[in-house]
T-cell receptor, first 112, second 109 residues
Framework: GAGVSQSPSNKVTEKGKDVELRCDPI?????LYWYRQSLGQGLEFLIY????????KSGLPSDRFSAERTGGSVSTLTIQRTQQEDSAVYLC??????????FGAGTRLSVL | RKEVEQDPGPFNVPEGATVAFNCTYS??????FFWYRQDCRKEPKLLMS???SGNEDGRFTAQLNRASQYISLLIRDSKLSDSATYLC??????????FGKGTKLSVKP
């Protein structure tokens, strides 16, 4: 497909478990972003990858959150020891450099 | 002061009405501005970029006032299908986008 693909679309996990969320950006897009959106809230920036540069991790809420981007393409967001407050929709977006961002459909994470 | 602030809404309007959304941003160095639309339980999608000279796309008109750090979106002749949450978005210095919390629009028949 031509768009940003995220998987899984839904994830239910127990408190304390680790989860991995995946993002396949649009082919050729050099920039990749992770955001999260809690119920009824705006989008919260988490992390930004641009090419081979060091990622901007300034939005990660705690050291339980980490992300990597392999080969400048696919990215994985990992949340360790999940907490109930981590429940949200996690959105990935990609763009050409600093241009317009295109979003995936998101992963809806529920921590029980 | 929040980085991007919007009218809280919700806006409930009849079909055919004209509705205006306002937004202010705090970082005077911001260089890029957008309106995104987000349907219920869907991802945000770009509605339009906002340029200093103002720009129009069909029934939608966006304006930017850099001096006042103010962005607006005008929707004319609103349709039922315009019902959504409209997000004011400002390009951050790091390349990320800073989103307002959105204004919910509900167009009624």
């Amino acid at each position: 497909g031509a768009g940003v693909s995220q998987s899984p679309s839904n994830k239910v996990t127990e408190k304390g478990k680790d989860v991995e969320l995946r993002c396949d950006p649009i082919s050729g897009h050099t920039a990749l972003y992770w955001y999260r959106q809690s119920l009824g809230q705006g989008l919260e920036f988490l992390i930004y990858f641009q090419g081979n540069s060091a990622p901007d991790k300034s939005g990660l809420p705690s050291d339980r959150f980490s992300a990597e981007r392999t080969g400048g393409s696919v990215s994985t967001l990992t949340i360790q020891r999940t907490q109930q407050e981590d429940s949200a929709v996690y959105l990935c977006a990609s763009s050409l450099a600093k241009n317009i961002q295109y979003f995936g459909a998101g992963t809806r994470l529920s921590v029980l | 002061r929040k980085e991007v602030e919007q009218d809280p809404g919700p806006f409930n309007v009849p079909e055919g009405a004209t509705v205006a959304f306002n937004c202010t941003y705090s970082n005077s160095a911001s260089q890029s501005f957008f309106w995104y639309r987000q349907d219920c339980r869907k991802e945000p999608k770009l509605l339009m970029s906002v340029y200093s000279s103002g720009n129009e796309d069909g029934r939608f008109t966006a304006q930017l006032n850099r001096a006042s750090q103010y962005i607006s979106l005008l929707i004319r002749d609103s349709k039922l299908s315009d019902s959504a949450t409209y997000l004011c978005v400002v390009g951050g210095s790091q390349g990320n986008l800073i989103f307002g919390k959105g204004t919910k629009l509900s167009v009624k028949p």
